[in-house]
Nanobody, 124 residues
Framework: VQLQASGGGLVHAGGSLRLSCVIS????????VGWFRQAPGKEREFVAA???????WYSDSVKGRFTISRDNAKNTVYLQMNMLKPEDAAVYYC???????????????????WGQGTLVTVSS
């Protein structure tokens, strides 16, 4: 399984970006795809996740501003980020796993497959 993240860039506070994560290789209906971010000097933190069949999860810090979605035909998961804040700036990673239970989707160490990061910069 390979993941390719893209869509990062520079945006002003209050602006929007849409990140994409293209997944190739095997996919399963029980696949969970997550977005995580890591700012300089900080640990990698959970942003959002979705199970390919059903179910979405968000961190409290992005709930109501970010939306995770998928395009089955393109094997792509998106992270629509609206009302961006300077504190959202980070390298964003997508990750996937086929064995996660719902209670583990927020834990980065539970994911087996990772894409490269894409940098999001938010100017104030």
């Amino acid at each position: 399984v390979q993941l390719q993240a893209s869509g990062g860039g520079l945006v002003h506070a209050g602006g929007s970006l849409r990140l994409s994560c293209v997944i190739s290789g095997r996919t399963f209906s029980r696949f969970v795809v997550g977005w995580f971010r890591q700012a300089p000097g900080k640990e990698r933190e959970f942003v959002a996740a979705m199970r390919w069949s059903a179910g979405t999860w968000y961190s409290d810090s992005v709930k109501g501003r970010f939306t995770i979605s998928r395009d089955n035909a393109k094997n792509t998961v998106y992270l629509q980020m609206n009302m961006l804040k300077p504190e959202d700036a980070a390298v964003y990673y997508c990750a996937a796993d086929s064995r996660l239970i719902n209670t583990s989707v927020r834990e980065p160490r539970q994911y087996d497959y990772w894409g490269q990061g894409t940098l999001v910069t938010v100017s104030s």
